[in-house]
């Protein structure tokens, strides 16, 4: 019995990539992938960002891939569209996988703010255009710390970064912008953000649950005392 498989293409003028449906080969080829990722980043001076798509992008769609594979290093610099319609390819012939139905269209909304600015809201849905963006912009707050400004720091790299990756097909406004207004407007926008991507605020909501268990603590040792 043939394996099914469907063609993606990964650029004008690129030769065709065959995305199939995981067979009895492809645990032991992403395995080899893995272990080459494994060796060639126990060097330094690896960008950050290209490890993140390496372990958790290149490794799943190139081992269900054949014909015009791209090496990691020109995956990576391929435009994000591409990288999607890829991902979207070993999904939709791999839902196990994946770990999900697969999803044609993406859930969206329009966030409208009292200025009459808007900002689209996707949900991401582990497209790389999406949580390569997240991942981006959480290691830009953690290598541009706002060191005297904690209040700052936090909303930089645990709240923003959320709520502007998955603005696709638009400009948001920066960090320090949006900071400076009204907390109903900020709202707005982090609370459809956390409709459409409620895990990517798991652990965030973890860490605010257990700063409340050692609030309660602290305060029922003072009344004790």
């Known amino acids: 019995m043939d394996l ?6 990964l650029g004008k003028g690129k030769p065709v990539t065959l995305v199939s449906e995981s067979g009895w080969d492809y645990t032991f080829r992403f395995s080899e992938i893995e272990k080459t990722f494994q060796k060639m980043f126990e060097q330094e ?9 390496c372990e958790n992008y290149y490794s799943l769609m190139a081992a269900c891939s054949s014909g015009y594979v791209p090496e990691p290093e ?15 390819t070993v999904w939709e012939m791999n839902e196990e996988i994946i770990g999900k139905p697969y999803l044609k269209s993406l859930e969206h909304e329009e966030v409208v703010f009292r200025d009459r600015s808007s900002v689209f809201v996707w949900a991401a849905n582990g497209m790389p255009s999406f949580i390569l963006r997240l991942a981006e ?3 830009y707050a953690e290598e541009h710390p706002f060191e005297d400004d904690p209040k700052g720091q936090v909303f930089q790299s645990s709240f923003y970064p959320k709520m502007a990756a998955c603005c696709n097909g638009s ?20 609370e459809a953000s956390r409709r459409l ?27 004790r005392g």
């Open 4 to 9: 099914k498989k469907k063609e993606v293409f």
């Open 45 to 53: 001076g690896y960008d950050k960002l290209f490890k993140f798509f």
């Open 74 to 88: 020109e995956a990576f610099s391929l435009p994000r569209l591409y990288l999607d319609n890829w991902y979207l």
């Open 137 to 139: 912009l959480e290691f």
């Open 171 to 190: 400009d948001p406004p920066e960090a320090a912008e949006v900071r400076s207004w009204p907390r109903s407007e900020i709202y707005k926008w982090m």
């Open 197 to 223: 991507n409620p895990d990517w605020y798991i652990t965030v909501e973890k860490k605010a649950e257990e700063a409340e268990v050692k609030k309660q603590k602290k305060t029922k040792k003072r009344s």
